[in-house]
């Protein structure tokens, strides 16, 4: 099993940028996936699921301006971030588990390297 991201990138304040993750191994609609994200010297969070039954669910600070979405025809997590804040910079992981659990946890099983984000204002 195995999750890259890419779409990271350097924006201005009030930009876009759409993060995906390809995985392999599996099949995504049989397993919750998320996005988290960690800044320099802070927790890593939680930042987006979208379960097995496709429930979507969003940080209170990203709600209304990202958007997660899953493609199983190309095994694709996508993160689509609207509005972009500089609080928003941070490495972006996309991760996977057949048990929900573990991602609202915080502990899923399986992780990406990770995709960096770096909003200026």
């Known amino acids: 099993v195995q999750l890259q991201e890419s779409g990271g990138g350097s924006v201005q304040a009030g930009g876009s940028l759409k993060l995906s993750c390809t995985v392999s191994?599996?099949?995504?609609?049989?397993?919750?996936l998320a996005w988290f994200r960690q800044a320099p010297g802070k927790e890593r969070e939680g930042v987006a699921t979208?379960?097995?039954?496709?429930?979507?669910t969003y940080a209170g600070s990203v709600k209304g301006r990202f958007t997660i979405s899953r493609d199983n025809a190309k095994n694709t997590l996508y993160l689509q971030m609207n509005n972009l804040k500089p609080d928003d910079t941070a490495m972006y992981y996309c991760?996977?588990?057949?048990?929900?659990?573990?991602?609202?946890?915080?502990?899923?099983?399986?992780w990406g390297h990770g995709t960096q984000v770096t909003v200026s204002s």
């Open positions: 991760a996977a588990d057949s048990v929900s659990f573990r991602i609202f946890s915080g502990r899923p099983t399986y």
């Open positions: 979208v379960g097995i039954d496709g429930r979507k």
């Open positions: 191994g599996y099949t995504v609609n049989r397993y919750c």
